[in-house]
């Protein structure tokens, strides 16, 4: 009777196994002693249960045109990734001991890089144009938005930027502050406005307007509107739009 | 509240007089504005702190390739006509001073007056003046300005009128000098131009689309009230 009730539950263990690889992940060494320990690493598949896959084969005849447009592309990958920062970070051991190697006579890659951009440096501030910010055919100066002459003189050091954010600072808080008033003002005109309405008319003048804004007002832009340019890009969408499609 | 409630009841005693409000006439007039078009004028303080504060962090900014930089600048197939040459900020409009088109001080707001026999102005002779009507028997006061400025432009479908409330009040009393015909209540409402670029004014000799500088030279007694009241 024991021998028949054994076999009948090394029956239902064997059905309720999968031979699916998981299973054969060896989670822990075997053996008593510490020998052949360092040899499994955890979670590795047994390498009988691997199947070789055919994808391999497929790509090959595929990469040799590809070959140079992925490498171009690689290539600027690589380089936007190893992009020089100018200012590099030195512990105070390793200032040390670049200014050691530089009295003998060895200079660093990196440390030759930077004084190039120093001197780089020199020759553009020598120049002295001022620098453009943003597209260059939209930035803020040549569409009329700041007088270029009445720009304040300044160096790129600490003081005068602490200047200019003071004077920046004053400019600013003169306009809120203006701002401010002035919207109080039309506050206390309206109410009392509305105290000298007479009392039938009163009562409408207070019930707040709810309506939506209308959708299509129109915000101020950088440049104003040009005539007929709107309609010009979406014939031009429409027609290329349609191309596409009869093919 | 109840300090704000009695100078507000003594300001309007010392206004009014005594409360005959039943024989004052009460008008409506409209200050119909186009906003701005374009951002205004930077300062160049703040510019020039912009500016600095550019450069200073360009300098340590790393540096990448250029060719990734312009990659920006690459059109699709069917983009060959989104690069286009910004219109310039001072229109033609603004070399001739042409104040009755609106596409003037394009950075500035534009505010509408007429010349014609206005209601409050003596007899016969044509004066500037906003859009007004006098009101009659209509149900609230803003449609009384939504009528006046009807009559002024044809139909209401681009303009918008902001709240229900007047925006201030001015109160004229008949002077010796002028001889006005009776004490008047002006009472203005505020209303913007939508999606539009022209209008046709009928119904009077002449109008005007003003910027706040030289409104108050048309009308240089109500100056400080009409300071208060329109920002820029």
Same mark, same amino acid.
């Given at each position: 009777m024991m021998r028949i009730i054994d076999f009948k539950r090394l029956k239902s263990l064997s059905s309720s196994?999968?031979? =699916?690889?998981h299973q054969l992940?060896?989670?822990? =060494?075997? =053996?008593?002693? =510490?020998?052949?320990?360092?040899k499994v690493k955890g979670g590795q598949t047994l390498k009988r249960s691997k199947v070789s896959t055919k994808k391999g084969k497929t790509t090959e005849p595929t990469e040799k045109p590809k070959g140079r447009r992925t490498s171009e592309y690689e290539k600027m990958v690589r380089d936007c990734l190893d992009a020089s920062a100018p200012v590099r970070h030195l512990k105070p051991k390793e200032i040390a001991r670049e200014a050691e190697r530089e009295k003998m006579g060895l200079i660093s890659k990196e440390r030759a890089k930077e004084i190039e951009m120093m001197k780089k440096k020199k020759s553009e501030s020598e120049s002295g144009s001022p620098a453009i910010m943003g597209t260059p055919g939209l930035d803020l100066i040549t569409l009329g938005l700041v007088d270029a002459e009445k720009i304040p003189k300044y160096e790129l050091t600490v003081e005068d930027g602490r200047r200019l954010a003071k004077e920046y600072s004053r400019v600013l808080m003169r306009k809120h502050r203006a701002r401010q008033a002035a919207e109080s003002t039309l506050l206390r005109l309206k109410k009392e406005a509305i105290e000298a309405l007479p009392e039938n008319l009163k009562g409408a003048a207070l019930v707040p307007d709810l309506t939506p804004f209308p959708v299509n007002r129109f915000m101020a832009t950088l440049t104003p509107p040009i005539e007929g340019h709107f309609e010009k890009i979406n014939e031009a969408a429409r027609k290329s739009s349609v191309k596409e499609k009869l093919r | 509240m109840q300090r704000s409630a009695t100078t507000l009841s003594r300001s309007l005693m010392a206004t009014r007089g005594f409360c005959t409000s039943n024989s004052d006439k009460i008008v409506a007039s409209v200050l119909f504005e186009r906003l701005p078009v374009v951002i205004p004028k930077i300062d160049p303080v703040v510019y020039a702190f912009q500016e600095f504060s550019f450069r200073w962090g360009q300098q340590y900014r790393r540096q990448y390739p250029d060719d990734f930089l312009k990659k920006s600048d690459a059109r699709g197939k069917g983009d060959y006509q989104i690069d286009y040459v910004p219109a310039p900020r001072v229109t033609e409009a603004d070399k001739n001073n042409d104040r009755r088109s609106l596409q003037r001080a394009l950075d500035r707001r534009l505010y509408l007056l007429l010349y014609s026999n206005a209601f409050g102005a003596p007899d016969g002779k044509p004066v500037w003046h906003f859009p007004e009507k006098v009101y009659e028997s209509e149900e609230t006061l803003r449609k009384c300005a939504e009528c006046a400025l009807q009559s002024v432009i044809?139909?209401?479908?681009h303009t918008y009128f902001v709240g229900?409330?007047?925006?201030g009040h001015m109160v004229m009393q008949p002077t010796e000098k002028v001889q006005d015909l009776q004490p008047l209540k002006r009472f203005f409402f505020k209303s913007q131009v939508i999606a539009t670029n022209k209008f046709n004014i009928e119904k009077c000799d002449d109008f005007v689309w003003v910027t706040k500088d030289e409104l108050l030279e048309y009308f240089p007694e109500q100056a400080d009230f009409l300071n208060k009241m329109i920002i820029s």
């Open positions: 196994v999968d031979f =699916s690889p992940i060896q989670r822990c =060494s075997v =053996s008593g002693t =510490s020998k052949g320990k360092a | 044809g139909d209401l479908s229900n409330a007047p925006m």
